[in-house]
């Protein structure tokens, strides 16, 4: 599917401190917020480079569409009444979706490289490189981050730290990516609405 820009990077931004801030209430959750508005490029920096979101705001509008995807998984009848996950609340639902890659934070640089344009002409493009100044993984990096800030309960940091499922590149860990799937279902279901945003919304 194509990424379209639906929105400005402010109404992105809008849009993710309302569904925030009427969701999460514990403490610590007002000085994470405040580091993500106002002392990072959490709200410009897109969710990658030219893959899913790769622009202004994407980051915010990637985790915008994974809570909006994880709260629709976790409402299906089969997920409740088959599957048996249930039971998570409003806060939870929104904690692990909106923060779940608060990693990508101030890791992408704007850069310029020479491309042709549709005239065939060579002309100076920017684009998007990885510059990480905190390399300490990437869903694991998401729960250091907010670890800082609030506490998290077990559940919620396995679906942080697990959320890109068997995505993961690193063979050894695939074992690992199971258990945790299987005893975590928040992990399970945080995994499939990033993918079905990514790949389907995105």
Not at 35 to 55: I, Q
Not at 74 to 103: F, N, S
Request: with cysteine; charged share 30%; hydrophobic share 35%.
């Amino acid at each position: 599917m194509t990424d379209i820009k639906p929105r400005s990077a402010e109404e992105i931004k809008a849009e993710y401190i309302q569904i925030y801030n009427d969701n999460i209430k514990r403490e610590g959750a007002d000085k994470l917020l405040d580091y993500l508005a106002n002392k990072s490029d959490f709200f410009t920096a897109p969710a990658s480079t030219k893959y899913h979101s790769a622009y202004e705001g994407g980051l915010a509008q990637h985790s915008i569409n994974v809570y909006k995807c994880l709260k629709a998984y976790l409402e299906r009848d089969r997920v409740k009444d088959i599957y048996g996950i249930k039971g998570y609340t409003d806060e939870q639902i929104a904690l692990v979706a909106l923060l779940h890659d608060i990693c990508k934070t101030d890791i992408y640089k704007v850069d310029y490289r020479n491309a042709k344009n549709e005239q065939g002409q060579w002309e100076r493009v920017p684009y998007y490189r990885i510059d990480d100044s905190l390399p300490y993984g990437h869903g694991e990096k998401s729960v250091y981050m907010i670890s800082g800030f609030m506490r998290l309960s077990r559940e919620e940091a396995m679906a942080i730290r697990w959320h890109m499922g068997f995505s993961y590149g690193d063979v050894n860990d695939r074992n690992t990516v199971g258990k945790a799937l299987e005893m975590f279902p928040l992990a399970f279901a945080l995994s499939t609405a990033d993918m079905e945003a990514s790949y389907f919304l995105e």
